[in-house]
């Protein structure tokens, strides 16, 4: 059974930092590429950054110089290190892991910025 089970959100106020982790099972973590999307209300679900399986990353401009994903795959978990966040970066922030036509989604952590 695949499992994506997401934490480290919370509460934090503006210029803070938040780690989010998020802890697979279930698949062959090493040959996917690992993602974290954010869906603010009344938005769409949107990419914040991805870690292929060879480790390249990409990020959305938006966090590009605040926000550092990477992956464990000895651990099976894949990390949103999140710096100098802002009001904006207020969302519901989920995992997704993808290979080839397969994917599959975490439940979401609530990550909310205060000014």
């Known amino acids: 059974q695949v499992q994506l089970v997401e934490s480290g959100g919370g509460l934090v106020q503006a210029g803070g930092s938040l780690r989010l982790s998020c802890a697979a099972s279930?698949?062959?973590?090493?040959?996917?590429?690992m993602s974290w999307y954010r869906q603010a209300p009344g938005k769409q679900r949107e990419l914040v950054a991805t870690?292929?399986?060879?480790?390249?990353?990409n990020y959305a401009d938006s966090v590009k110089g605040r926000f550092t994903i990477s992956r464990d795959n000895a651990k099976s978990t894949v990390y949103l290190q999140m710096n100098s966040l802002k009001p904006g970066d207020t969302a519901v922030y989920y995992c997704?892991?993808?290979?080839?036509?397969?994917?599959?989604w975490g439940q979401g952590t609530q990550v909310t910025v205060s000014s």
């Open positions: 997704n892991a993808n290979y080839h036509s397969w994917t599959s």
């Open positions: 870690v292929g399986s060879g480790g390249n990353t």
């Open positions: 279930g698949f062959i973590f090493s040959i996917a590429d």
